[in-house]
Nanobody, 127 residues
Framework: VQLQASGGGLVQAGGSLRLSCVAS????????MAWFRQAPGKERDFVAY????????YYSESVKGRFTISRDNANNMGYLQMNSLKPEDTAVYYC?????????????????????WGQGTLVTVSS
């Protein structure tokens, strides 16, 4: 599975961006998906998770209520809608996927459980 993330850019605080992640090589209908981010000089952090069907989602506390993860299995796409952006959201955002279910919130948030990663897209939020 190859993942390609896009949609990053420069936005003012309070603005919105929509990240996209397109998959190739396999259909994603049996893969869970997630977004992670890594700010300069910091470790990679979990952002959001979505299950196979799109019916179950999980968010980090820092983005809950502002970000929405979704997917379009018919087109092998994943999305992250980011609203009310803050300067602390500035980071490289990565999409990730794995072909199995993850049994707990802790497992969903652990990057080591994901087998495939996109190359990242930079989001910069100015104050």
């Amino acid at each position: 599975v190859q993942l390609q993330a896009s949609g990053g850019g420069l936005v003012q605080a309070g603005g919105s961006l929509r990240l996209s992640c397109v998959a190739s090589g396999r259909t994603l209908d049996m893969f869970v998906m997630a977004w992670f981010r890594q700010a300069p000089g910091k470790e990679r952090d979990f952002v959001a998770y979505i299950d196979y069907s799109g019916e179950s989602t999980y968010y980090s506390e820092s983005v809950k209520g502002r970000f929405t993860i979704s997917r379009d299995n018919a087109n092998n796409m994943g999305y992250l809608q980011m609203n009310s952006l803050k300067p602390e959201d500035t980071a490289v955002y990565y999409c990730a996927t794995v072909g199995r279910s993850l049994p707990s919130d802790r497992a969903m948030a652990n990057g080591e459980n994901y087998a495939y990663w996109g190359q990242g897209t930079l989001v910069t939020v100015s104050s």
